[in-house]
């Protein structure tokens, strides 16, 4: 260690400066080893920034490949259409903007008599009003309206020929209407829809819902209604 006086060096834990004779004070040995220990103030400060680059360029590749909850890269819903986040949905003012998500649903679940989505159990008739009522108010400019679901009935005696044919915007759009304020009016669903076009066999209420089902998934990875759908 360093004498304070003199500048001589001396062994260490020595208590008296061998050339000097000056008391070496426990200050000097302190001082000696902090600038013996290999560090610098300048050297944390750069260690500590490399740590804080490092985890900052972690965090942000995480983020961007969706670890963290958000969008994954090649989302293909649009900003309308896409999964609003509701938890709930009520009967008495559905949004119309979860019916592509109820019907993805229906399409991933098959037919079955009822549905559980979002806080409430809808029966085949409701989720068929459900669908065909969201499409005519979407096609009206309506997307972020909500709808009245009453306590609907599917069909006595469901029939149609059900055809594979291709039905045009405006046709289905004619059809959704009629489908839905019948069900509003009669609460319960037809037996049949007619497309209203000549040559053209009626379909049964099964297939004009699984009709709506395909028109608002492709709302939904669209974010606009198809030109036409093939039945």
Not at 77 to 94: E, P, Y
Not at 97 to 111: D, I, K, M, R, T
Not at 122 to 143: C, E, H, P, R, T
């Amino acid at each position: 260690m360093k004498c304070a006086e003199c500048g001589a060096e001396n062994r260490d834990h020595a208590k008296f400066c061998s050339k000097c004779g000056a008391k070496l004070s426990q200050t000097n040995i302190i001082n000696n080893n902090t600038k013996n220990d290999g560090f610098d103030n300048k050297s944390v400060l750069i260690i500590v920034g490399t740590i804080i680059v490092v985890v900052a360029i972690i965090l942000v590749t995480c983020y961007s490949l969706g670890m963290f909850g958000g969008n994954t890269v090649g989302n293909l819903q649009s900003d309308t259409t896409k999964d609003t986040g509701v938890s709930q949905v009520s009967l008495s003012a559905f949004p119309v903007s979860e019916a592509p998500n109820l019907a993805q649903q229906v399409a991933q679940s098959g037919s079955a008599s009822s549905v559980s989505f979002k806080g409430v159990t809808l029966n085949k008739a409701q989720v068929a009003y459900i669908l065909s009522k969201s499409i005519s108010m979407i096609a009206k400019g309506d997307s972020k309206g909500t709808i009245n679901v009453g306590g609907y009935s599917y069909a006595t005696n469901p029939h149609g020929a059900d055809v594979s044919q291709s039905i045009s915007n405006a046709q289905y759009v004619d059809m959704c209407n009629r489908f839905s304020s019948w069900i509003e009016r009669n609460n319960q669903v037809p037996n049949y829809i007619g497309i209203n076009t000549g040559g053209v066999p009626d379909m049964s209420p099964t297939k004009m819902m699984n009709m709506c089902i395909n028109i608002l998934i492709q709302y939904k990875n669209t974010g606009s209604l198809p030109a036409s759908v093939a039945v």
